[in-house]
C-alpha cells in the first residue's frame, strides 16, 4: 500500500480539485525555474554563447558541447524539477509522512530480481503496444489535429536522436544519470509518491488511482504516438509501489526501464546489436506475449510475496 500521512486541511478528499490546482502551479513553476536556473548556467559551464544556446533550443544540433548542454539542462529542469515539486508538495504544503524507515524496512534487496524480471517483461509486452499506438489515424475531420500530433512526435522524436546519439562514454554516463537516473527519481517521487495516492484517496479505488496517475504521467510527455506505452509503464510501477509499499521498487524500476533503453541505443549505433528506437513498423508477437506471461506471473507472485510480511513488518514498525 502507498504511503503518504497528512492531516492538512487541503489534503482531504473534499478538497481534490484544489489540492491538484496547487500541484499542477507548483510543478510547474519549479520546472520553468530550475529550466532558467540550467539555461544560465549553461553559458558558464559548456562554454557556449547565447547564440548557441537559442539555435539550440530551435533545434541547431550542431552546436559544439550541444548534446551534454541539453541533457544538463534536461536533468535539472525535468528529473531534478519533478523531485524538488514532490518535496515542496509533501514537506511545505501537505506536510505530509511518506514514513521512509517504513518504507526501507519493506523495501528487499532480494527482491529487485524479480522487479528487473518483471520490468523486462513488461518492456517486451510495451513494444506491442508502441506498435499498436504508432497506427493511430484519426478521423478526417481531424486530419488538422493529427497533422500537429505528427509534427509534434517528430520534432520530438529528432530531439531524442540527438539526446541519445552518444560520441564518447562521457556523454554515455550522462545520458544514463539524466535520463535513467535524475528522470526514474524525479519521475517516481511527484508521480508514485504524491499523485499516486491522493489519486487513491480521491477516487476510493487503489486501481483507478494508478491508472490515473499513468494517464497523466503520460500526457504530461507530450508525445501523442507513445502515450498508450506510457500509461502501461506508469501503471506497472504504479503496481510495483501498491504491492509492495515502497517507492524504491518503482524507482529502480523506472531507472532499469530508461537506462537499458540508453544502453541499446548506444550500443546499436556501434553497430554490437540491433535496435533502432523510430521503428514502430513490425513487432514480435511471440517475444511481447512471452513478456506479457512473464509480467503477469511475476507481478503475482511478487503481489503475494509482499503481502505475507507487510502485516508484521507495520506492526513492528509503529510499535
Do not use: C
Request: charged share 15%; aromatic share 14%; net charge negative.
Amino acid at each position: 500500500m502507498e504511503i503518504y500521512e497528512t492531516h492538512k486541511e487541503i489534503a482531504k478528499r473534499k478538497n481534490w480539485l484544489l489540492s491538484l490546482v496547487v500541484i499542477v502551479l507548483v510543478a510547474f513553476g519549479i520546472l520553468i525555474l530550475l529550466q532558467g536556473l540550467a539555461l544560465g548556467l549553461v553559458p558558464v559551464l559548456f562554454n557556449l554563447s547565447m547564440e548557441d544556446i537559442l539555435g539550440l533550443m530551435s533545434g541547431d544540433f550542431s552546436v559544439p558541447n550541444g548534446r551534454m548542454a541539453m541533457l544538463f539542462i534536461q536533468g535539472l529542469g525535468s528529473g531534478i524539477g519533478f523531485w524538488v515539486a514532490a518535496w515542496v508538495v509533501i514537506h511545505w504544503i501537505d506536510k505530509a509522512n511518506l514514513h521512509w524507515g517504513l518504507q526501507l524496512s519493506r523495501f528487499k534487496a532480494d527482491r529487485m530480481g524479480l522487479v528487473l524480471i518483471i520490468t523486462f517483461g513488461g518492456m517486451l509486452f510495451n513494444a506491442l503496444l508502441v506498435y499498436w499506438n504508432a497506427q493511430l489515424s484519426l478521423p478526417e475531420s481531424m486530419a488538422g489535429l493529427e497533422n500537429w500530433m505528427k509534427e509534434m512526435e517528430a520534432q520530438l522524436m529528432e530531439l531524442t536522436k540527438f539526446l541519445t546519439d552518444f560520441q564518447s562514454v562521457p556523454e554515455l554516463l550522462m545520458g544514463i544519470l539524466v535520463i535513467g537516473i535524475f528522470a526514474g527519481v524525479g519521475e517516481e517521487m511527484f508521480f508514485r509518491g504524491v499523485i499516486q495516492p491522493k489519486m487513491h484517496l480521491y477516487t476510493g479505488s487503489a486501481h483507478w488511482g494508478i491508472w490515473m496517475t499513468a494517464i497523466i504521467f503520460s500526457a504530461i510527455h507530450m508525445q501523442f504516438y507513445g502515450f498508450l506505452p506510457r500509461v502501461f509503464l506508469g501503471a506497472l510501477f504504479g503496481y510495483l509501489y501498491l504491492y509492495s509499499g515502497s517507492l524504491l521498487y518503482p524507482i529502480l524500476a523506472h531507472i532499469f526501464n530508461n537506462s537499458f533503453t540508453v544502453l541499446l541505443v548506444y550500443f546499436s549505433n556501434k553497430g554490437m546489436v540491433e535496435f533502432d528506437i523510430e521503428s514502430t513498423d513490425t513487432v514480435s508477437y511471440p517475444a511481447a506475449i512471452l513478456g506479457f506471461l512473464v509480467l503477469m506471473g511475476g507481478i503475482y507472485y511478487f503481489k503475494k510475496k509482499n503481502s505475507n510480511e507487510h502485516a508484521e513488518l507495520d506492526q513492528g514498525f509503529r510499535e
